[in-house]
């Protein structure tokens, strides 16, 4: 895989090197040459006075293209822009597609830099950027682009043609051209292939498809990746309560909105952030404290519960080998099963059946139980020689997965139900809690056999 | 989101109704009427005889485009197949987009149906078949498609348009047009807007990208994946080892491609599939035996270990009751620092320097060990009036969290290095291993200080 010609340290040796020595043309020449992501990765790499130079070497309109490639999210493009002035930080922003220069605006710290770019940028720009800027994070309306090409039915599609030629080089996606009648509602589509496969003299009318998928403006980013992925589309129009179009989506923001979605799906199993970066260790502790020191205090629960049977153990120390097993594996099954619910749930293919779906879990949880429950009565029997113990720990085994089992499944869909991300529900907070109640389990069942253990 | 007018159950009704009394013009009409994924949902919800009935009203072309849109990988594609006569089969599958004919051929169980349906269809579809079929799983050649526009560099821009206009019905990306030269080596694009801005009288050779960014054919298809999110890029040529042209990912394969590789980590994590689609508990049973059965004779060894202490408990019982809360707590940390490692690696932004990683991570669990050690001090020398005790489960609380961050980033990265995917080591394997040295440490603290406790 050929990224950079040299490697990235390379280059950006090379440029630093071309900066200091103020070679501004051939700077020019090279910096140019490479991909936008290159040029982004590069200025990345650099240090604030190379970068004071690149604000003097590059146009507002070339640094708009690295900055389109630049992960908008970035607490450091915060710092770029403050060590602009403002009359070219507000063209670039201006020369950024809308929806990046949304993200950048969005994620300013100083909100009075809003006000002054939104100012200092050409009209038409700012209009643009106002439109969106107030649309809720991670809904269709916040990752949409107002740059995209429009025509009304009446027109030729040689008129489009034309027309799509015109705006080609500003539209975010030219690979659809959106139709719609005089009230700017969405009636119709026409990709690009369609346009160029067909006569020229046609009408728009009669060549276009008048089933066009599209969202809603409020609708979820998670629905809106979802869709993109299911029709396999390059670009998804976004529509406002009267069906008129208020921008795209294009795919190459799905690819991100779908990244952001599995690492926040993946942090809510291990009940840490993993999208955050620390610089210090003192910052990575503090994200993960809040979540260690919940669930202590729920284990604390699990030790009160222990110290309770102080009397059982005292009489029958051989019980306290097995607690950590039973807790450990009924905690395992559990987050197998909070697993495979939360994906279902975000994959949207749950068969929404709340009962049988809890019932399959049951099932399931009573089978993995047996099997696990009498492999280790028999490990326990050949290890102690003593029967009893052996059922109590796999009985009690048994019970502990199906309870477990039944958690892992039942706790999210009911998050899922009362509107909260089931993705949230973590592996550690379904194995600390099922701690609590295999403990019951087992020291009940134990409490039962007591004479026959001892 | 409107994605069917009618709900997609009264749709299947619909469909049904009209295939059982055989009116063909009208469910032509309606169905063809549909997007090609509503038409593969729609498919997929039939019944055998309504199916053997579709495979007479539709020609294989059109059959061809719904199943463009199925899952590739579902596993009763491969009975679809085999309800249609051969020669349909087989120009169903020629009809295909080659990359997922392939996906197709390479899950059907009966192997002689690949060659029997190889040989039905034409000469020219089995050819990109065969070119396709032996690539490795996961790779470029395993995902991309021969189905491209390519031109020599001396055609005019004009030329190319003209080409890419005879070949839109049947390429599957039209958006980049890729240049060769005459030992078919990729030399350079140019992208469908530049080829409409520009006049076309223009040479090929003068306007085209020479920076063209490429993968080999072997590559992994996670890494294809991050460039072609990286670069923002529709479609993203493939190569041999000379350089030569083999094939193009086209972006709708890389979303597929995301989602695949993100359920694979979420599954990894949790230690179970979560892709695998179980019609029966017992199916799903099965899965999730392998990994909860390994881990319980990982358990035992904890039990076995704190059966050696029995002495030690059957003095100090008030020992047993903070067992679950160490466990509990460091597999908890030990998963959050596995999911951190995992991410960082999978997603390629690993810094790469093992050891101030690992000294990261030690400082980390030194400090959140540090607060939870004294929180839980503090807890049990208020509940339990005894410095000493609340000293030793503080001390081993601290201990057993710094030894299981450690492990959970040091495991995946040992695993990365070695070649193995760091995704399958899961949190329920580090929790259970680090049940192992929290209790060995804690015991052997509390060994120290036994006069002191009791």
Redesign the interface.
């Known amino acids: 895989?050929?990224?950079f010609e040299r490697s990235l340290e390379e280059s950006i040796e090379t440029f630093k090197k071309l900066l200091n020595e103020n070679r501004m043309t051939r700077f020019r020449t090279e910096y140019l040459?490479?991909?936008n992501?290159e040029q982004s990765k590069i200025f990345a790499n650099l240090e604030k006075e190379d970068r004071e130079k690149i604000y003097q070497y590059l146009s507002p309109s070339e640094l708009a293209d690295v900055f389109d490639?630049l992960e908008s999210q970035d607490e450091t493009i915060d710092v770029y822009f403050d060590e602009m002035s403002h009359p070219y930080a507000a063209t670039v922003l201006g020369e950024m597609y809308a929806d990046n220069a949304v993200d950048v605006l969005n994620n300013l710290k100083d909100r009075d830099r809003v006000n002054i770019y939104m100012n200092l940028m050409p009209a038409e720009n700012a209009r643009e950027i106002s439109s969106l800027i107030n649309y809720l994070d991670e809904t269709a309306g916040a990752i949409m682009t107002t740059e995209f090409i429009s025509v009304q039915e009446e027109s030729t599609l040689g008129a489009a043609y034309h027309r799509?030629?015109e705006q080609?080089?500003k539209a975010e996606t030219?690979?659809y051209v959106y139709v719609v009648d005089e009230n700017n509602r969405l009636v119709g589509v026409i990709s690009?292939?369609d346009l160029?496969?067909n006569d020229e003299d046609k009408l728009i009318h009669d060549v276009m498809n008048t089933?066009v998928?599209?969202?809603?403006v409020n609708?979820n980013q998670e629905?809106v990746a979802k869709?993109?992925?299911?029709?396999?589309l390059?670009a998804l129009p976004v529509v406002g309560f009267d069906r008129e179009l208020l921008g795209v989506i294009t795919?190459?923001d799905?690819?991100?909105v779908?990244?952001d979605?599995?690492?926040s799906?993946?942090?809510g199993?291990?009940?840490?952030d993993?999208r955050e970066t620390h610089d210090t260790?003192?910052s990575?502790?503090r994200s993960?404290?809040p979540?260690?020191?919940t669930?202590?205090f729920l284990?604390?629960g699990?030790?009160?519960l222990?110290?309770r049977y102080?009397a059982l153990?005292?009489e029958a120390?051989?019980l306290?080998?097995?607690?950590?097993?039973i807790?450990?594996?009924a905690?395992?099954?559990g987050?197998?099963?909070?697993?495979?619910a939360v994906?279902k749930l975000t994959n949207k293919y749950d068969d929404d059946n709340f009962f049988s779906s809890i019932m399959?879990?049951l099932?399931?949880g009573?089978?993995?139980g047996l099997?696990?429950g009498i492999?280790?009565m028999l490990?326990v029997l050949v290890w102690k020689q003593n029967l009893v113990l052996g059922a109590v720990i796999g009985i009690a085994m048994m019970a502990a997965i199906i309870v477990a089992n039944l958690a892992g499944s039942f706790i999210p869909k009911i998050m899922d139900r009362l509107g909260f991300d089931p993705a949230v529900a973590s592996?550690?907070f379904i194995?600390?809690l099922s701690?609590l109640t295999s403990?019951f389990i087992y020291f009940s069942i134990a409490q039962l056999f007591l004479s026959a253990i001892i």
Do not use: C, K
Not at 320 to 325: D, G, H, K, M, N
Not at 335 to 340: W, Y
């Open positions: 895989m050929e990224i040459a490479l991909h992501y490639l799509l030629r080609a080089i030219i690979y690009l292939r160029i496969i089933r998928i599209s969202v809603q609708d629905e869709m993109v992925q299911d029709y396999d390059l795919v190459d799905v690819l991100d779908m990244q979605e599995a690492d799906d993946y942090s199993l291990a009940a840490v993993v260790p003192l990575a502790a993960r404290l979540w260690l020191v669930l202590l284990g604390m699990t030790a009160t222990i110290s102080d153990i005292a120390s051989v306290s080998a097995f607690v950590t097993l807790t450990g594996t905690g395992n099954a987050t197998q099963s909070l697993a495979v994906r399959f879990e099932i399931t009573a089978i993995t099997i696990v492999t280790v490990i592996g550690p194995s600390t701690d403990v």
